[in-house]
Structure formats: structure tokens, C-alpha cells
């Protein structure tokens, strides 16, 4: 079982950055982050393919979040601008553990971080 340990969640202002950092126990393929405002359901917010630099973004942080990955440290990140209140939620790291494309389905996702809560005061 792979573990997934995210930091890097915090309280800042709206218009502020934010990076979070997600580091794997072992080897995994798609990886992605998604959140889960207060009342709602869990969303999707980006992706990453195992291979090459592919990405996949929400609309709604779309040129504002940047997904990337760094092998050779096994770590994903999340960059995190011009943040808004509407962006508050608790935001989760999420890994497959085969080799297959991305998804913006949670229920494709094979292991879980415990989530790290982003709050954006107006």
C-alpha cells in the first residue's frame, strides 16, 4: 500500500500563493489533486500523466494552478495563484497505481492523502 503525505495547506488572504507538496511511499502512475469545499462533494483540480509533462486543470483554477511533478524527488506539487475564498476546501492528493490515463473521477484513484485544508479569507 502506497502512502501519500501532503503539507503545505495554510490561511491566507485572497490574491495570495499557495504550494502544496505531496510525497509518495512508493511507485505510482496518474497522479492528481483534488478538493472538497465545506458541503460538497469531492472535485477535481488537476492532473498529471506518469509520462512526459501532460496536464489537466478544472476550469475554475485554470491559469491560476499548476500541477507538476519532480521524479527524481518523487514529489507532486500543486502551485497555487491568485487565490480566491471559493478556493477554500481541504485539498487531496490522489495516485493510481497502474498505468492508466487520467481521470477526473475519484473513484479512479487508487490511494489518498489525508488532506491538507486551504483557507482564503476576502
Known amino acids: 500500500q502506497v502512502q501519500l503525505v501532503e503539507s503545505g495547506g495554510g490561511l491566507v488572504q485572497a490574491g495570495d500563493s499557495l504550494r502544496l507538496s505531496c510525497a509518495p511511499s512508493g511507485r505510482t502512475f496518474t497522479m492528481a489533486w483534488f478538493r472538497r469545499a465545506p458541503g460538497k462533494e469531492r472535485m477535481f483540480v488537476a492532473a498529471v500523466h506518469w509520462i512526459g509533462d501532460r496536464t489537466y486543470y478544472a476550469d475554475s483554477v485554470k491559469g491560476r494552478f499548476t500541477i507538476s511533478r519532480d521524479n527524481a524527488k518523487n514529489t507532486l506539487y500543486l502551485q497555487m495563484n491568485s487565490l480566491k475564498p471559493e478556493d477554500t476546501a481541504v485539498y487531496y492528493c490522489?495516485?493510481?497505481?497502474?498505468?492508466?490515463?487520467?481521470?477526473?473521477?475519484?473513484?479512479?484513484?487508487?490511494?489518498w492523502g489525508q488532506g491538507t485544508q486551504v483557507t482564503v479569507s476576502s
Open positions: 490522489a495516485a493510481r497505481r497502474i498505468a492508466l490515463p487520467y481521470s477526473d473521477s475519484p473513484g479512479q484513484y487508487d490511494y
